[in-house]
T-cell receptor, first 116, second 116 residues
């Protein structure tokens, strides 16, 4: 199957700093990428959908100025958590879909963010 | 209102027996997709099975089958011949159209424990 990677796999940062998480599709071109966050013992919550070359579409309640998403190429999307606070600590998961696999999203392994 | 409902927070099954994980959904989109994902303790999301709203037959993938009851809006996952490695969180998800594309939303999940 298609492979999606995320980097870093975990990160610890101080409150007030910004953190960038990368999501890469390794063996296919991802026309659409999705960003989710998952709190412990909870389900995945979709944060935003990004299509290559266009602005991301954010879900209701997600601050677009806080969670900056860039999908500049068909293999890379980045999520930047700006001015992170402890309540932003979560498991962030990206997924990617190609134009040829509309029925299937391929998930990255996730990034665990801890804000002190 | 909940779009995806998984009423079983936890389930136990004896190894080698079959188990059914419940999922009901709500949508007004006539063209939607239903997914099941497995999330082991390591955190990665693993795609298991997909059912399109217009598919006449229930989807099957190896030991996984989806019991699609369209009129009842249910999409239960059946795992046959359970294995110890099946112990994990299982999420039901639905993809529906919205302006500009579509999005996938997840249920709360069911934790499956397979007993030896």
């Amino acid at each position: 199957g298609a492979v999606v990677s995320q980097h870093p796999s975990w990160v610890i940062c101080k409150s007030g700093t910004s953190v960038k998480i990368e999501c890469r599709s390794l063996d296919f071109q991802a026309t659409t990428m999705f960003w989710y966050r998952q709190f412990p013992k909870q389900s995945l919550m979709l944060m935003a959908t990004s299509n290559e070359g266009s602005k991301a579409t954010y879900e209701q309640g997600v601050e677009k100025d806080k969670f900056l998403i860039n999908h500049a190429s068909l293999t890379l999307s980045t999520l930047t958590v700006t001015s992170a606070h402890p309540e932003d600590s979560s498991f962030y998961i990206c997924s990617a879909r190609s134009g040829r696999t509309l029925n299937e999203q391929f998930f990255g392994p996730g990034t665990r963010l801890t804000v002190l | 209102a909940q779009k995806i409902t998984q009423t079983q927070p936890g389930m136990f099954v004896q190894e080698k027996e079959a188990v059914t994980l419940d999922c009901t959904y709500d949508t007004s989109d006539p063209s939607y997709g239903l997914f099941w994902y497995k999330q082991p303790s390591s955190g990665e999301m693993i795609f298991l099975i997909y059912q399109g709203s217009y598919d006449q037959q229930n989807a099957t993938e190896g030991r996984y089958s989806l019991n699609f009851q369209k009129a009842r809006k249910s999409a239960n996952l059946v795992i046959s011949a359970s294995q110890l490695g099946d112990s994990a969180m299982y999420f039901c998800a639905m993809r529906e159209r919205e302006a500009g594309g579509f999005k996938t939303i997840f249920g709360a999940g069911t934790r499956l424990f397979v007993k030896a």
